[in-house]
């Protein structure tokens, strides 16, 4: 079964600090979508950034990067300069050509930031 | 504010009852999935219709049934309620119904079930 793993069920790092999230996943399939999301305490799902597999190039975003390992089949998130707003469930989601265009997604790290 | 819409934000009721959970998709997009997280399972794909028809179908019960709208907003129809039918659902909605479309999320609905 093609799946997604967090291995760490909680991580925490002090404010303006940097943290980095791991996600690995299992697949044959060379054609996916990876993607993290953000589920602050409202609940909202917040889409954080989004890697194509076909690209080399580590998607980033202001504060947010991902390290894309494809032959490791890892896709950590690198979060800098970390916020008190950053505190949140953050999930590791992808999609792949068989699954369609629905989400699998990981059991979530739940990121507390220590001001 | 992803530009999804759900309503409504909370919902009590009793088991055996049946409610509908309504969604609204961004301005645009085509896609709505419904997706429920609950303790014990995690995050869980339950449907996706596009542009009206249902598109690819998850681990969705048989109490349960949705349908997209002609001006694209979806209702998700749940029945025979039980305790574990309580969980938090969302709504995502995407332009198109491919793999490349990023899926925008709702604010949930928070449904319990006595």
């Known amino acids: 079964a093609q799946t997604v793993t967090q291995s760490q069920p909680e991580m925490s790092v002090q404010e303006a600090e940097t943290v980095t999230l791991s996600c690995t996943y299992d697949?044959?399939?060379?054609?996916?979508?990876l993607f993290w999301y953000k589920q602050p305490p409202s609940r909202q799902m917040i889409l954080v950034i989004r890697?194509?597999?076909?690209?080399?190039q580590n998607a980033t975003e202001n504060r947010f990067s991902v390290n894309f390992q494809k032959a490791a089949k890892s896709f950590s998130l690198k979060i800098s300069d970390s916020q008190l707003g950053d505190a949140a469930m953050y999930f590791c989601?992808?999609?792949?050509?068989?699954?369609?265009?629905?989400?699998?997604f990981g059991e979530g790290t739940q990121l507390t930031v220590n001001p | 504010d992803s530009g999804v819409t759900q309503t409504p934000k909370h919902l009590i009721t009793a088991t055996g009852q049946r409610v509908t959970l309504r969604c609204s998709p961004r301005?645009?997009?085509?896609?709505v999935y419904w997706y429920q997280q609950s303790l014990d399972q995690g995050l869980q794909f339950l449907i996706q219709y596009y542009n009206g028809e249902e598109r690819a179908k998850g681990n969705i019960l048989e109490r349960f049934s949705a349908q997209q709208f002609p001006d694209l907003h979806s209702e998700l129809n749940l029945s025979s309620l039980e305790l574990g039918d309580s969980a938090l659902y969302f709504c995502?909605?995407?332009?198109?119904?491919?793999?490349?479309?990023?899926?925008?999320f709702g604010p949930g609905t928070r449904l319990t079930v006595l």
């Open positions: 697949t044959s399939e060379s054609d996916y979508y």
């Open positions: 995502a909605s995407s332009v198109g119904g491919g793999t490349a479309d990023t899926q925008y």
């Open positions: 989601a992808w999609m792949t050509r068989t699954s369609g265009s629905r989400l699998t």
């Open positions: 890697q194509e597999a076909y690209k080399q």
């Open positions: 301005s645009g997009d085509l896609s």
